[in-house]
């Protein structure tokens, strides 16, 4: 009998890539994580036990053929595992980096379950496609005809970037118009480079380019240029515009300098760190050196404020949640990693205003406890009575989440539909909205939510607007 090349997670642990140690990582701001070397990600794939009914790809939003790349790293077939891989996800290196797998593939993995330990899937599909890039098997996309339609798309987050790939592979014309000079959306400027170095999204960013993509930066739809004219310019128009209203705290002192959103402040130390000239970082203002820092959030926004902080040598970084550790919305991961680097987490304690004049000088924060669950079965906190007391804080983040922009105001577009929350009223199987040839994909339409659903939207999307021009989606890996 042939040697088995698989379920080997009886003989082998699992194991995650070296991660640096806090004291060396939190000096700069590349990635924690070092790479697979090759037996190792060939030994790790291993482990994996073929199940019937992979629950890893079920609960995967892109359905990502994982035992068969896995099978083929164990056995050395790395060329093909990234064409399997590549066949359904457009940035499989990204979500490696930072997918919650934990909730996905390897919160489902059925070793995981039968308490051997997951098998690493976000290292290896990260590994994988790594590899591809240095061995030159990625490739600038090269459609096999052109055809004369056209698609217009406001938004360079991995919503847009996922459609116009696909789109363009099909030979379509594709036009991305992105109000930041940088495409790439959160990707670029919201998620931190400790989690995913720039230089992965600006490579991808680069290939898209040189397959014919083109790129409107500086150029935000309802300013520069009205959402009709785009309209106008394209058969197709696809709205990937994200959703960057920070929800807000009010309460006494809440208008003090010093009390800043979450996405200023990690927008300006992405900046920073291309080495732009970032006025509010020379000024302190979004800066945390030798400050005081209360974060307040559980999210994952919030895991990246804090981490940043750190990063920026703050003299003391907190975070306020107002739920435990256990009902926090962020990546148990990333908490881990926050703690390893020196983060204070404050659970149950909820802010009531603020203190000082000009500038913030405290936090006045509630203590709380769990109470009964709510509708959506999480408990609701309640406020203790006679606990309240005084965080110091020179720099305070709030961190509480993203809410969409008012577009059908703001685009003078009244007839496009939006939902009591905002976000646009679009079918979640192909993003079409009720306005011929306008579709929409990504947070715009789920509300805050994940890079790998963002990819899906996309794809999605654009199969939808290819049959609806009768052109056929391309292969996906050339
Ligand atoms: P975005 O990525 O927001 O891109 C939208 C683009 O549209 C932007 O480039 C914006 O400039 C552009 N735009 C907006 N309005 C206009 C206009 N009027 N004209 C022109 N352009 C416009 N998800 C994960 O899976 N893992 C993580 O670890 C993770 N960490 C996160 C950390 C932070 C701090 C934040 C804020 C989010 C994080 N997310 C994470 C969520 C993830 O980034 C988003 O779900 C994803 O980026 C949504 O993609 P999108 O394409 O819909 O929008």
């Not at 790479?35 to 060939?42: D, G, I, S, V, Y």
């Not at 363009?168 to 790439?184: C, F, H, K, S």
């Not at 006679?386 to 509480?400: N, R, T």
Request: glycine share 12%.
């Amino acid at each position: 009998m042939a040697k088995q090349p698989m379920l080997k997670f009886v003989t082998v642990d699992r194991d995650m890539p070296e991660k640096r140690g806090a004291t060396v990582r939190k000096e700069d701001f590349d990635e924690i994580y070092a790479e697979f070397a090759q037996a190792k990600a060939e030994e790790q794939a291993s482990r994996c036990s073929q199940c019937g009914v992979p629950y890893c790809q079920s609960h995967c939003p892109l359905h990502n053929n994982i035992p068969d790349w896995l099978r083929l790293t164990a056995t050395g077939r790395l060329e093909e595992a990234y064409a399997v891989s590549q066949a359904t996800n457009t940035f499989p290196e990204i979500c490696g980096r930072i997918c919650p797998q934990d909730r996905l593939c390897e919160g489902n993995c059925v070793i995981e379950q039968s308490g051997h330990g997951t098998v690493t899937i976000g290292s290896v599909e990260k590994y994988i496609t790594d590899t591809a890039w240095e061995k030159g098997w990625v490739k600038a996309l090269a459609p096999a005809q052109e055809r004369s339609e056209s698609v217009g798309i406001i938004g360079a987050g991995p919503g847009g970037l996922a459609a116009a790939d696909r789109l363009r592979r099909a030979g379509l014309q594709v036009t991305i118009y992105d109000r930041y000079d940088r495409a790439g959306g959160l990707l670029t400027y919201g998620i931190p480079g400790f989690k995913l170095e720039k230089d992965v999204v600006m490579r991808r960013n680069k290939l898209l380019e040189d397959g014919g993509v083109t790129f409107k930066l500086n150029c935000n739809v309802g300013e520069g240029i009205t959402f009709q004219e785009i309209r106008d310019a394209h058969e197709a128009v696809i709205i990937a515009t994200g959703v960057y209203k920070s929800r807000d705290l009010g309460g006494p002192g809440s208008g003090a300098k010093g009390i800043v959103k979450a996405i200023d402040y990690l927008t300006a130390s992405n900046r920073e760190n291309f080495g732009d000239t970032v006025p509010e970082i020379e000024s302190g203002e979004l800066y945390a050196e030798g400050k005081k820092v209360v974060v307040i959030g559980g999210g994952d926004t919030a895991m990246d404020c804090v981490r940043t902080a750190i990063r920026q040598g703050a003299e003391s970084v907190k975070c306020l949640y107002r739920r435990d550790k256990a009902n926090m919305p962020g990546s148990q991961r990333e908490t881990q990693n926050a703690e390893e680097e020196g983060v204070e987490f404050v659970w149950l304690s909820a802010p009531k205003g603020f203190t000082g004049g000009d500038a913030v000088e405290g936090v006045m924060v509630q203590k709380m406890r769990l109470g009964q669950p709510d509708a959506s079965g999480r408990q609701s906190p309640e406020v203790i009575e006679g606990a309240d007391y005084v965080e110091d804080a020179d720099l305070v983040i709030k961190a509480l989440g993203f809410e969409p922009e008012d577009l059908p105001t703001l685009w003078d577009q009244p007839e496009l539909e939006v939902t009591r929350w905002g976000t646009v009223k679009a079918q979640f199987t192909t993003g079409a909205t009720d306005l011929d040839g306008v579709y929409a994909v990504g947070d715009i339409v789920r509300g805050a939510s994940l890079v790998v659903w963002a990819i899906k939207d996309g794809r999605d999307c654009a199969d939808a607007i290819l049959e609806k021009l009768g052109a056929t989606p391309a292969i996906a890996a050339e």
